[in-house]
């Protein structure tokens, strides 16, 4: 018996599930939960110009999803959806909200463009800017700058007279978004924002201005609250049954498999584990498509285990030692694995780019959980057993569920 291979296989299994039991508990409970787990409420707003004879355009509603986000934000809210959908509408999902009617009367009001000397007093406002006369030009270093126009050139003399010299910020509600210095008295309303400004960042202040210059009125066209204990009870319940599945699924394999379903046990431990962080480092939003997703994803661990040792084992029926149907099986099972895997992916990639928020959420929980199946399943299983039959600690067929009659039978 080879003890140095034997004891860096129980190591690695102690190891592995000394992490699982420590850090999985804390792990779960930071992984945020979306709407239909965590409680809020939804909101579907119609857009449409506070200015006669002005349209919603895409940038407008793109930015006034933005400006949305930034309110949300500000309310210590985490994760909202805000979407623009279609010509002239947005979508607002909100977790975790207790004060829905504050929310609510928040987000209603049209974004506010001020522009503001150093004392805060606003001296001018968005509807002073010509509609779409916000734009990003080069100056010669090839440096971007934003080039706008007012509407009333004497009133923005006064003010660049009134400032000259001074800070003249950008805000957009409370936010200070720029804090350009007024270098000259501007007299014929063309005026440029100059400063170390990346084309992204130009061009943002520049859709904003623009916004300023069309807000937008939100209306109501349609919410839904969600009661946190509707989301309570379907999460009790997911997990429950999520539990339940795989004592079910780790005793099947234990019985059937042996020795190797022991292996796999651990390896499905440790999936689970890879899978739960992975979720909090990438700041994934639960949901229930996503927990179907996770299911799904221990099915296809489970499926990767099985191929594997079938096929071993019908390597050990052939007549191969335990050592030589190992890598025999290990090899042949490799590409069927692989494929299925590949193929699943592309499925869930599709899903991923024509899909809406939550089934894309169901799309990239998918191929994270392939991603984690093929370290934990394919690679870390691999190693254990490997590990534990060099070790020459199980050379008998019966530890892979293999009879001495199936092997004389062939």
Do not use: C
């Not at 034997?6 to 939960?33: E, N, R």
């Not at 807000?215 to 319940?237: D, F, H, I, M, R």
């Not at 093929?374 to 892979?400: G, Q």
């Amino acid at each position: 018996m080879d003890k140095k291979r034997l004891t860096a296989f129980i190591l690695i299994v102690l190891v592995t599930l000394g992490v699982v039991a420590g850090t999985s508990l804390p792990i779960a409970q930071s992984i945020k939960l979306g709407l239909d787990l965590k409680g809020g409420f939804e909101i579907l707003y119609v857009a449409s110009p506070l200015e006669e004879g002005t349209e919603v355009t895409k940038d407008s509603l793109r930015e006034t999803a933005r400006s949305l986000e930034e309110r949300v934000n500000k309310l210590g809210t985490t994760e909202p959806e805000i979407t623009p959908e279609g010509a002239d509408r947005i979508r607002v999902k909100i977790a975790g909200v207790t004060n829905e009617s504050e929310v609510r009367e928040i987000l209603s009001k049209p974004a506010e463009l001020t522009f503001r000397g150093p004392d805060g007093k606003k001296e001018m406002l968005g509807s002073d800017f010509v509609q779409g006369g916000a734009s990003v030009q080069f100056d010669q270093a090839g440096q971007p700058y934003i080039q706008l126009q007012v509407k009333n050139a004497e009133k923005f003399r006064q003010v660049t007279e009134k400032l000259l010299g001074q800070p003249l910020a950008i805000y957009l509600d409370e936010t200070e978004l720029s804090a350009p210095i007024v270098q000259s008295v501007i007299a014929n309303g063309q005026a440029s924002i100059t400063g170390r400004y990346t084309f992204n960042e130009a061009k943002e202040i520049a859709d904003v201005i623009n916004l300023g210059a069309l807000p937008l009125k939100l209306t109501e066209k349609y919410t839904q609250s969600v009661g946190a204990t509707l989301g309570q009870q379907s999460l009790e319940q997911t997990l429950l049954a999520g539990v339940v599945g795989l004592i079910v699924i780790l005793l099947f394999m234990v019985v059937v498999y042996r020795i190797p379903g022991l292996l796999a046990s651990v390896s499905i431990l440790a999936f689970t584990w890879l899978l739960l962080l992975a979720f909090r480092l990438m700041g994934v939003t639960l949901t229930l498509p996503g927990i179907a997703a996770f299911v799904l994803g221990i099915g296809m661990a489970v499926d990767a285990n099985i191929i594997t040792y079938e096929r071993i084992k019908d390597e050990i029926r052939s007549g191969k030692k335990v050592s030589s149907a190992l890598r025999a099986g290990s090899k042949n099972s490799f590409r069927t694995i692989m494929d299925a895997n590949l193929t699943t992916i592309i499925a869930a990639a599709v899903i991923l780019f024509l899909g809406s928020s939550s089934v894309k959420g169901f799309g990239v929980i998918l191929i994270a959980s392939i991603v984690a199946s093929i370290i934990t399943n394919v690679f870390f299983s691999r190693l254990l057993l490997s590990l534990l039959v060099r070790s020459r600690a199980v050379e008998h067929p019966k530890y892979f569920g293999v009879k001495e009659d199936e092997i004389s039978a062939l």
